[in-house]
């Protein structure tokens, strides 16, 4: 391909100096699977990026979309503004969160995670506490690319080359001990929130050790610190509930949410606020404004998508599915962990797991995580590289088939390193 025909599209964490020439091309998807240009079929083992949960080309969220552009296709929900829809999912969401609150609605995880940041800092200041103004998140963990959450990310790379960032601590992703600590160190008279995933996800699959995400909670209620539970990846079914962090049996004080709530039809996301945090803004005219928002939150045709999407997932059980897959899909690729080329293969919370390669192998092949990728592409079908891995999160609509070709293409991928 020549220069005038390469892609013009600046694509997202990619090497654009190859990518430039050589684009997969994908026109069409029906439930777990998806066309190329070439006509070439692909099983979509990542549900895109972590958020296909009800699977490719339903007709029920393209017709619900299509009804509300028929009647209303946005308008802004600063100030009074509001339309039914955007009402109907707030309250809709609400019902289904773990704890009493209020919907902050974003169009995007990382936008819901700048939110959530703000949110925290803000109350702190609206209840006379200024000074709570650090947050903490933890090694590994993966908080979207906004502002906020590039301070947040516990993955290197993601910081690196940005300049000076909003002061932030990261902690051992399977420390309570190291999370204490940094409070009592940092003081905890300054901590505004802890920022901690359910199950990590694009830092590797980590699920929690027993007991953490509940030591987490109660570190946050005994230091004052708020509690997010950044469930972007986790909710809507990914970890067989409504947001994920349930699984816990913990009331956070903020829960990021996005990709699975509408299952990518439409950009949306948001922040799910308990009472207390919510507490200053509502009670009464005159009090503090939460000066933050975007253009298209509460996007009327995006809520449609949402509620639709919602719909299905109840409908259909896919919300209790996704846990009741999570034993067949590590027991599909567990066998995998007998590759001497690989070191784990990680998950059993959720229709989440990654499969790590061995140190040995990233080091004599520092190519080995996309050579993998590109093996399993080339036998038809879609994983995802992270550091060290490679990673698969199957729409809710899998079946144990599908795992067992996950499992045939990734060891044929590894056979012919």
Known sequence: MGERDATRLWHPFADMGAVRDNELVLERGEDVWVWDSEGKRYLDATASLWYANVGHGRPEIAAAVAAQFKQLEAYSAFGDFVTPVARELAE????????????????????????????ARRYWSAIGQPQRTLLISRTSGYHGT??????????????????PQVETLQVPHDSLEALE?????????????VFAEPVIGAGGVYP????YIEGVAEICRRTGALFVADAVICAFGRLGTWFGVERFGVQPDMITFAKGVTSGYLPLGGVVASERVAAPFFEAPGGPVLRHGATYAAHAACCAAGLANIE???REGLVTRGRELEGVLLDALKP???????????GGLGTMAAVALSDELLRSRPSAVTDVVMGARERGVLVRGLAGGVAVSPPLTATAEHFGLIHDAVAAALAAL
């Open 92 to 119: 809709t969401l609400a019902d289904l969160a773990p704890m009493p609150s209020r919907i902050f609605l974003t169009t995007g995880g990382g936008e819901s995670i700048d939110a959530a940041a703000k949110i």
């Open 146 to 163: 906004n502002g906020f959450g590039t301070a947040l990310a516990g993955i290197p790379a993601n910081r690196e080359g940005f300049g």
């Open 181 to 193: 600590d940094a409070i009592q160190q940092a003081g905890a008279e300054r901590v505004a929130a």
């Open 208 to 211: 929690p050790l027993p007991g």
């Open 312 to 314: 299905l997932l109840e």
């Open 336 to 346: 995998l962990s007998a590759d001497h080329r690989v070191s784990e293969v990680r």
